[in-house]
């Protein structure tokens, strides 16, 4: 099995609103990801939790707001978010054992208005 | 700094014909190279990935072939499917880092 899923597949939110997209994966992975992709971009890499530890933040701006409950859960919380956030946001997890093939979520797609 | 480059946005082949797509990259701590398919508004899927200590690897239709002294790598897709049209991306990272770096993917087209 290696399904990580995401939910919800689509938000649309106000610049006031506050929202928090899910992630899971029951694969007994100890490194979660969260990347952002713009249409005909690559993902860009946002944040890497490893044991449940916060281990990389590529310079995100703090209306993002990682959190990673325990080993399965990863979140990520939206705040005061600005139309060019609008994206795929994608979750993705591995074993964290040195080579890391990461296994993608289906996405959740982001409208901010 | 594009660290991973697919100099190629796009790619058609004919059913049937062998589909090649082509990655570099630039840094040296690179060890561990994949190669991932993604449909639009879906996530990508992983296809095959070697380590540096391979030249190549092999899964079926799909052989990804690395050349460490060029820092180049390849996916070949034989025969090509219908099926197989997405964009394809190429990724890196280095041991025991979980920064992985894309290239900017590859858009193949395989005509009936």
């Known amino acids: 099995d290696t399904e990580v899923t995401q939910t919800p597949k689509h938000l649309v939110m106000g610049m006031t609103n506050k929202k928090s997209l899910k992630c899971e994966q029951h694969?007994?992975?100890?490194?979660m990801y969260w990347y952002k992709q713009k249409a005909k971009k690559p993902p860009e890499l946002m944040f890497v939790?490893?044991?449940?530890?916060?281990?990389i933040n590529e310079s995100v701006p703090s209306r993002f707001s990682p959190e990673c409950p325990n080993s399965s859960l990863l979140n990520l919380h939206l705040h005061a978010l600005q139309p060019e956030d609008s994206a795929l946001y994608l979750c993705?997890?591995?074993?964290?054992?040195?080579?890391?093939?990461?296994?993608f979520g289906p996405g959740t797609r982001l409208l901010v208005l | 700094d594009q660290q991973v480059k697919q100099n190629s946005p796009s790619l058609s082949v004919q059913e049937g014909r062998i589909s090649i797509l082509n990655c570099d990259y630039t840094?040296?701590?690179?060890?561990?190279f994949l190669w991932y398919k993604k449909y639009p508004a879906e996530g990508p899927t992983f296809l095959i990935s070697?380590?540096?200590?391979?030249d190549k690897n092999e899964d079926g239709r799909f052989t990804v072939f690395l050349n460490k002294s060029a820092k180049h790598l390849s996916l070949h897709i034989v025969p090509s499917q219908p099926g197989d049209s997405a964009v394809y991306f190429c990724?890196?990272?280095?041991?025991?880092?979980?920064?992985?770096?894309f290239g900017a993917g590859t858009r193949l087209t395989v005509k009936p």
């Open positions: 939790y490893s044991y449940e530890k916060l281990s």
């Open positions: 694969m007994g992975h100890r490194a």
């Open positions: 070697i380590s540096s200590i391979k």
């Open positions: 840094n040296s701590m690179f060890d561990y």
């Open positions: 990724a890196a990272s280095a041991y025991n880092n979980n920064d992985m770096r």
């Open positions: 993705a997890s591995s074993q964290a054992n040195g080579k890391e093939t990461q296994y």
